[in-house]
């Protein structure tokens, strides 16, 4: 058992949102979609491939019902970034407490990371959630995540509105 200090930045975006971009396109060969039904293997493969560098650790230590119940929930939603049918990155959205959305996770496998992905990935969001028209914007980064994380969702508009240490306990490093 490895145990982790991080600080968690939490930030937010308010009206009025920033004007989202229009006709974007994707690298040939690579699609952003929403997933309509991820199956729990699929979801934890790339959970597990984005995550386990930066020590996500929430998710795998659900059950798969504990999972389902998330992800399968009417107020999730997930994209899938993919290259050639294979997944290498994904954004999940939280619309439990609409007309706040939360953007619980944004990510990519690190072979797609310093290719412009990301930004492209998370403006594609970010235009969707707009058209949403919601009162309030949430997402979270720590320092155990890429250090291009927090300088990523400020160029986008968000800002800290605190922050707190914790510990991470990641027993599969």
């Known amino acids: 058992m490895t ?3 991080t600080t968690v930045t939490h930030l ?6 920033p004007r989202a971009a229009h006709n974007f396109l994707w690298p040939e060969g690579v699609a952003f979609t929403r997933e309509t039904n991820l199956s729990i293997a699929a979801y934890r493969s790339l959970y597990d491939s984005v995550g386990r560098d ?3 650790v929430n998710r795998r230590l659900l059950t798969d019902r504990q999972l389902s119940a998330i992800i399968h929930h009417p107020s999730t939603e997930i994209f899938t970034l993919k ?3 294979k997944p290498i990155g994904f954004v999940e959205l939280n619309f439990k407490l609409f007309p706040q959305i939360e953007i619980v996770f944004v990510g990519l496998i690190g072979d797609a990371i310093g290719q412009g992905l990301g930004t492209s990935m998370l403006e594609q969001v970010m235009g969707y ?3 949403r028209e919601p009162s309030r914007i949430i997402i979270q980064t720590c320092t155990l995540d890429h250090p291009s994380a927090l300088p990523l969702y400020q160029r986008q508009g968000f800002k800290p509105v605190g922050r707190k240490q914790v510990t991470i306990i990641d027993d599969e490093r």
């Not at 937010?12 to 949102?17: K, L, N, V, Y």
């Open 12 to 17: 937010e975006m308010m009206p009025p949102f």
């Open 3 to 5: 145990k982790y200090k």
């Open 54 to 56: 930066w020590h996500w």
């Open 83 to 85: 290259k050639l049918g």
């Open 129 to 131: 959630i707009y058209a």
